[in-house]
């Protein structure tokens, strides 16, 4: 990645803003908040709480404290946030766990990013009763599920991830997932 000596490049995944009209949190203000923790190069990708951002080389777990505890001081709310390197995000993009799935207009890819390491041991894919979702590929870091809508009218695949693998996790779309990693290529 273009990071300079001793940096490396992180993707800070925020969980719960800027949803339904809850939490609000602007982009120019999470990027000022960013700034003031002494991050640099650092861009926002949609309305979700996806922030691409440059820092020295740390732990991911211990840049996610120090995110979490400084917005949640500044916002007054909690504002869970899971940190990933970029070069686990460039890596699971070249390794694309769709690849073998139909993504339509009914269907989707998700990535659901973790706190902590996962405890699930499930045989995968794992696949719901009524096809409607798939865990495809789990790792210490992510789950890839598919959900296909044209089999069920109530995506329940949440509820069910988390059942296996618990709630400190925030969930990206596939397409946001490969948005990152466009913007990543053009940092370099």
Request: charged residues 25%; hydrophobic residues 40%; contains cysteine.
């Amino acid at each position: 990645m273009g990071a300079t000596k001793n940096t490396s490049i992180y993707i800070a995944f925020l969980r719960g803003i800027n949803v339904g009209g809850h939490h609000k949190l602007p982009m120019a203000e999470l990027r000022k908040e960013f700034e003031a923790m002494s991050f640099r190069n650092i861009t926002t990708l949609l309305n979700s709480g996806n922030v691409i951002f440059e820092a020295l080389s740390s732990e991911e777990s211990e840049l996610a404290e120090q995110i979490t505890a400084r917005l949640e001081k500044v916002f007054h709310f909690p504002v869970p946030t899971i940190v990933v390197n970029a070069d686990s995000i460039v890596e699971l993009l070249q390794n694309d766990p769709f690849k073998d799935e139909i993504l339509t207009k009914e269907s989707r890819g998700y990535v659901s990013f973790l706190q902590q390491k996962p405890v699930a041991n499930l045989q995968l894919p794992w696949i719901s009763e009524d096809k409607s979702l798939k865990i495809l590929h789990a790792t210490d870091q992510h789950i890839c599920s598919f959900l296909d809508l044209s089999k069920t009218k109530t995506p329940e695949a949440m509820n069910v991830i988390e059942k296996f693998y618990g709630k400190h996790m925030t969930t990206r779309n596939w397409n946001t997932v490969k948005r990152i990693g466009d913007t990543l290529r053009v940092k370099n």
